[in-house]
Structure formats: C-alpha cells, structure tokens
C-alpha cells in the first residue's frame, strides 16, 4: 500500500530483456540503501518488487502482463520514473489509499500553466473514468491528485487536474507532453462501491 506522495525520481539506467520478464535498474541513490530484497516499490504507480539492490540503485522485473497494462512496456535508458516505497503501519497519510495495482492507461491531452499551477487534462480509461468523481482522489504516474474538474459531464472523457509548484518540480508529470500516456489508479474506495453497486443498476 502507498500514498501517492513521490519520495525521489529516479532514473532508469538499463534495461534487460529475459525468457519471460523485462529487468529494469534504476538508479536511486536516495532510497536505495534502505530497500531490502522483496520489498515493495511504487514506480509510476505500478507495485513492483525489489529483485536486486545496492546503495546506487536497485533492479525490478516485470511481467508481460504489466507491461502491456502499463507505461512499463514503453520504458527506455535515462527515462525518469516516480518512486514511493511501501507505507508502514503507523505512518501519516498524507495522500490517499493506493495499491499500485493500474487499472489503466490514460493520455495527457493538453497542459498550461495557469497563474503559480498548472493545469493538465487527461483523457482516461472507462473503467476509471466510471469509478471517479469531482474533488475525489485520483492517482497518475503514482502522484496522488485531486480532480479539479470532471470533463465527462461535459461531453469529454477525462479530467482536470491542477498541480500545485511543489508537485510539479518533485514529480515526472512536468516532463509530459500532449499525447503522452500515464499510469492511472481509481480511487480505491470508488471501485469497491461501484463493485458493490453494479448488480443493482443493471
């Protein structure tokens, strides 16, 4: 479980192609001395486990199912990733519940600064899109976010997000451009109540 708040970005410094899962090394001096061989690490909002480490950097893999789900699959030398490690009984919860389990992937469609903030749009996913709700919690390339504006209601299929200096400057959102595809988790209680809700409103 994670909060969405990003702790570093690191940045990825191979990528090595195996039988039936893709390694990536990551360099993150920041955390990496405090990581441990199967823990747990949010890279982009995706949950994905610490397979090799050292006080540089540390190695995940991953499957062919989450690179097909994900922005994962699309991974190069030097791109720069969004790292959280796992929450621990006890700590504050500074953003919202998130699992790092993708449900999605959506498409910045446009950004513009905005005053001190930016504003970005992003077209989502059905089954996210579905499930959130003006002022409720979303999460895109592991950063927790808040929805300032719900284009569904006017004819679009995405939302609003505005993103605060601090925000921009510690996260890969300010390296996105139109057209770029992200990472995107629902709201964890959302998808539970409209789980729960479906057999009723059919």
Request: hydrophobic share 40%; glycine share 12%; net charge negative.
């Amino acid at each position: 479980m994670f909060t969405g708040i990003v702790e570093v970005m690191g940045r990825i410094q191979a990528v090595e192609d195996r039988a039936t899962t893709r390694r990536f090394r990551l360099e993150a001096p920041e955390v990496a001395p405090e990581l441990e061989l199967g823990d747990s690490v949010s890279v982009d909002g995706a949950c994905l486990t610490v397979t090799e480490h050292d006080p540089s950097g540390f190695s995940v893999d991953v499957v062919g199912t989450t690179l097909e789900r994900t922005i994962a699959g699309g991974y190069e030398v030097g791109g720069v990733v969004n790292l959280e490690r796992a929450l621990a009984f006890g700590d504050r919860l500074d953003g919202h519940l998130v699992q790092g389990h993708v449900d999605g992937v959506g498409h910045l469609e446009a950004i513009r600064e905005d005053g001190e903030f930016w504003r970005l749009r992003v077209r989502l996913p059905g089954v996210v899109l579905r499930t959130t709700v003006l002022h409720g919690s979303i999460t895109l390339n592991g950063v927790s976010l808040t929805v300032s504006d719900l284009l569904e209601e006017k004819g679009d299929s995405g939302v609003e997000i505005g993103i605060i200096p601090h925000t921009w400057e510690h996260t890969n959102l300010r390296l996105l451009k139109p057209g770029n595809p992200v990472n995107v988790e629902a709201d964890l209680i959302g998808k539970y109540v409209g789980r729960l809700m479906a057999p009723h409103l059919e």
